[in-house]
């Protein structure tokens, strides 16, 4: 029960920062009418998956990979905390972990958007 406590909080705390954060930066960027600024994680997903950048919405896609973010840091912080107490095994069983899943949930992340058909259409 302790551990479903502090995944949800954990989770909370990890989407509502991680959102705010990037609709504070799409704010700054339109004061300084540089409207061409997008997140390192949506010009990822829109080079590797070749996404048209005017069929995605943005602000959808920033909530979900708010969520997507939220999601690997709460289950990294879970499993290193339930596996062991060693501080350095911590640190290199967390990295290992948050890269992988990372990694995973882009890769899903970019393949559903290509399905939704965000994909550049190419002649």
Avoid: H, P, Q, W
Wanted: proline letters at 0%; aromatic letters at 10%; glycine letters at 4%.
């Amino acid at each position: 029960m302790d551990r479903l406590i502090l995944f949800l909080f954990c989770f909370a705390f990890c989407f509502l920062g991680r959102l705010t954060l990037y609709l504070m930066s799409r704010l700054r960027k339109k004061k300084k009418k540089n409207k061409t600024g997008i997140a390192v994680e949506m010009r990822y997903l829109m080079t590797k998956f070749k996404l048209s950048e005017k069929k995605v919405d943005r602000k959808s896609l920033a909530a979900i990979i708010s969520f997507i973010d939220a999601v690997i840091i709460s289950t990294t912080l879970i499993i290193v905390v339930s596996v062991t107490e060693n501080m350095v095994l911590e640190m290199l069983l967390g990295l290992i972990i948050v890269i992988a899943l990372i990694y995973v949930s882009y890769e899903i992340l970019g393949r559903i958007l290509i399905r939704k058909g965000f994909d550049k259409d190419e002649l």
